[in-house]
């Protein structure tokens, strides 16, 4: 257990130190209104459009947060006889600000910023205790918070914790425990119980967003796209900004998500940046993997190389199945394996780049 936790670690300290240049470069030049519209009132040392805030600035208002978080500000209009119109693309435009900046401010002080599959129920499943008579003491979710003796845990157990119990006490083997603790109860694993438990105790402008908000995000750069469909400069500049920022929200996703924008041109962005991530993911745990082997570095370190590979190669076959693309439908269901170190696809058991005649591709829709 103690070498997983700590592959966990070097997993994640190295993907962090791989991809920060990367998003500081998508950041770092963004559009700006100066010399071509009113930017309105800002307070001397915030920045605005994308500039990068002073470090004392920052430390008078976060002093857990790096010097180096960039301030995402999109343009605004002067107010005009489509009021109305423009008000609703100025409440997108805030909304957006709003929660990129805690994106930011999460993965400035070392946060995973965006879980897309915790929603508002897995934080309840984390941290809200049942009365101890809603279940039987044999059950698993009665397991999960109350000991033997009937007293209340202090935190819920994790999957991988009521897992090793069901092993040690019931005498059932390791694989039927994780399945049963997995799909027999409301446990969660312990990455992601750590996160949300972590995420309630963050201040709010440095909070990490979960899935119903990762979605608000979205569907404010959706909105804020949208409204800005004219041809004046700020409303260029916005979509500029727009297609920057979500190519950004895909490089700071390890696990494969589905593009949760409407916009095409957006989604397309996301997808883009999310999949050249992921394969970077790869190459560069197949480097370290390398180097681990070379300097001997012991086995954590070769460890966590190829366990981070090896889950960014899982990442790349789910965005590669069939269910990522509905306007497709497979005449043979594909089967993606890892063969020799290299993501491959079989079809009919061959693989896909020999020529067979039934496997083929029918467009729908």
Request: glycine share 6%; charged share 20%; with cysteine.
């Amino acid at each position: 257990m103690a070498a997983v936790v700590s592959a966990k670690e070097a997993v994640q300290a190295r993907s962090a130190a791989v991809f920060l240049p990367t998003i500081d470069a998508l950041l770092g030049d963004l559009p700006s209104a100066h010399g071509a519209l009113p930017i309105g009132r800002r307070i001397a040392g915030q920045g605005c459009h994308g500039a990068m805030p002073s470090a004392a600035s920052i430390g008078a208002r976060l002093p857990a947060v790096s010097a180096q978080v960039s301030r995402i500000r999109f343009v605004y209009f002067p107010s005009t006889d489509d009021g109305d119109r423009r008000m609703a693309c100025h409440q997108h435009l805030v909304c957006a600000e709003v929660l990129l900046g805690r994106v930011l401010a999460a993965r400035a002080a070392g946060l995973r910023p965006i879980a897309p599959a915790l929603d508002h129920a897995a934080e309840a499943r984390a941290m809200v205790r049942p009365p101890r008579g809603l279940f039987h003491a044999a059950t698993l979710e009665y397991r999960r918070w109350f000991d033997a003796d009937g007293a209340a845990r202090a935190q819920p157990l994790t999957q991988e914790a009521l897992a090793e119990q069901l092993a040690v006490v019931d005498g059932l083997p390791m694989e039927e425990a994780r399945h049963r603790a997995a799909h027999r109860s409301h446990a969660l694993p312990a990455a992601d119980q750590a996160w949300l438990i972590d995420r309630r105790s963050t201040p709010l402008p440095q909070r990490p967003l979960n899935q119903a908000e990762f979605h608000a995000l979205a569907s404010a750069i959706d909105g804020a796209w949208q409204a800005c469909d004219g041809s004046s400069h700020g409303e260029r500049a916005n979509r500029q900004i727009a297609l920057r920022v979500v190519a950004m929200l895909g490089s700071l996703l390890d696990e494969y998500t589905a593009a949760p924008f409407q916009v095409e041109a957006l989604a397309q962005a996301f997808t883009r940046r999310h999949l050249i991530h992921l394969r970077q993911t790869i190459e560069s745990s197949r480097q370290a993997e390398a180097s681990s082997r070379v300097l001997l570095t012991g086995p954590k370190a070769w460890f966590a190389a190829k366990a981070a590979r090896m889950h960014a190669e899982h990442q790349i076959g789910l965005s590669m199945s069939p269910a990522a693309f509905p306007t497709l439908r497979l005449s043979t269901r594909p089967v993606i394996a890892v063969v020799g170190g290299r993501l491959r696809t079989f079809v009919h058991g061959w693989h896909r780049g020999t020529a067979r005649p039934e496997a083929t591709f029918t467009a729908f829709g």
